[in-house]
DNA sequence: CTCCGAATTGCATTCGGATGCAATACTGCC
DNA sequence: GGCAGTATTGCATCCGAATGCAATTCGGAG
């Protein structure tokens, strides 16, 4: 027992199981209500009972059991976070501080990745059997998952999809304000014909970015307007532009592109394909402000989403949400920041 | 309490509680055991049984509690996933196919995200608390850690990240032998001063690459090496670069980046602080394989990570030995691919 | 030294599903 | 029709911690 073998077993019990607190009751000589009182936050314990525990605790190597006490409690302390293909560059810093957020605050992140952004169902089975606290999810859910989902009472929160007409939480970018504030500058710096480059076709915040761009430029007078459909995607952005160019016969003034890496991916393809000057032959915008935006060889003139405050916003909401399950739905949108890069001839300045 | 207030309880019971095993027994006239039985794979159960029973569940809407499964059995189904900052932007991809390999396999993920790499010890804590099956993870855990962790018999997988000494399983991209390759490429090319730019001091990654590049550079008999440290981030590589040229008095011929991201720096630094040619003045090359490497602007030569065999097998390593606590500890290497980009001249050919 | 209220501690029960064992219901076969 | 053998089903118990309630201890005041 005290003999290092191989030096593996140093405070380690030989036996199999792990320790419960029955195990450290009975070497503490004291009651597992007791053990379990110790490891609690408002409990009451006097001073001479907590060492004994804890003694007897790290002894054994004890920790409580989170499943055990989810079960008691009726609360796992895990949220699901769901995401859908990151295809968009932007997610992953949107996930990382999301799990730093919550585990601040003794929650636990279950991550679920869909496949295509409608494998929904099976997803929420599971978070449901895993009687997740909250749900905040960069996918959309039916309307009838929705009521499965409030029906278990557990509180959701969307991350930059709005469902409109449901009554639902959610933190999002104001996409149309960003994309009329691109519109604007571009039309500004005397553009007058554009191109649209859409990402996939069920992609809420695609749709968003695209009729707030439409809508910017319908009041503004301007009919020249090609759009053309991808994915998110870099490659798809190079098609996409080269489908521009050959719809309309010779490329536009500018170009808006539904996100930075279809910017990428335009001013690559107007560069190498059609030898174009970017900026000076056209402007290209993107949306996002993702790191390659910056990158100098594009510059992308962008709007970025302020994914910080986004993501202590849509924790707090949610953690709120769980604390108080009777609060009201809250839609919060951020408006982004408009980042001027060398993309587009931009006006010198009007902000 | 069953006057549809608001008309959102459509098969949902109107009481408080989700429904339980129990309840879908009472409903259907038999045994809690049956249900369990009927929501169970290789339980048996008539035909009979398990039609009445299913009647009855989706009535209440009935879901099994994974919660109060994992006490019982003894097995969350999760697996932890540890992650450090992701300034790389290798990782995200790494992620999300890791926790689809999961999925597919019913494992559930728990995602931690480390600030620093050496904040593994709240995590672990956590870790063992919700009593994980296994974990995979991308961060370093001290001997002791490890220690703890396999007398909790849980077994571990390390992700790019091997303890040479450690006796524990890992998946990992040879790096080394990656930065042969480009090494002997560049050597190939003619280049005879090289730089090289490393990623942060304890990221052991970063220092396999510097280590493989600069062993083979020795063996070739180069000695002309100039190396300067950074931390995998874009404007870094650009510092980097600059700090390059400042130490030597002029570029190098070539220089090796400890990943894509920080060679994409440098590029950007050459061609608009130095006024270089990449290629033509100065070869640069990275390592990874990320997406932005490939953008028209950089095309930058490199050694991609076979990302997806690689998470394939991490998985199925870290499946395998859960079912199987039994199996000794197997470390995989991956070669990784070398990508030919136009950010270096190198030979015609030699495969 | 005694008594009262507050703080501790222990007891017993609970959460929801899994499973060994025994009881019962079928199946096929002679 | 009867019986062995197998497939179903139910009973009782268990997993590990939390907690209401009662018992006990402690502290301080009079």
Redesign the pocket.
Known sequence: MNKPAKGQDKGDKPGR?????????ELA?????????V??DG????????ERVMAAADKLG????????G????RSNMVAVVISKLTNLYYPEVLVQLTQRFSEHGVRVLLFALERESDTATVLEQMLQYRVDGILTAALFTPEQLRTIAGAHIPVVFYNRSSRDQLVSSVRCDQEEGERWLVDELVAAGHRSFGIVEGPADSVVSIERKMGALNELAEKGISDVTTVSGDFGYETGRRCFAELVERRGSPPDAVIAANDVMAIGCIDEARQACGLQVPGDISIVGFDGVGPARYAAYDVTTVRQPVQRMTESAASMLLERIENPELSPEKRAFSGIPVRGSSARLSADRS
């Not at 199981?17 to 009751?25: G, I, K």
Request: glycine share 2%.
């Open positions: 199981r792990r320790a419960t607190s029955y195990d450290v009751a000589g004291v009651s597992q209500s007791a053990v379990s009182r490891f609690q409990a009451s314990a006097s001073k001479a009972m907590r004890y920790r409580p059991n989170a499943i055990a006490r079960l008691i409690t009726q």
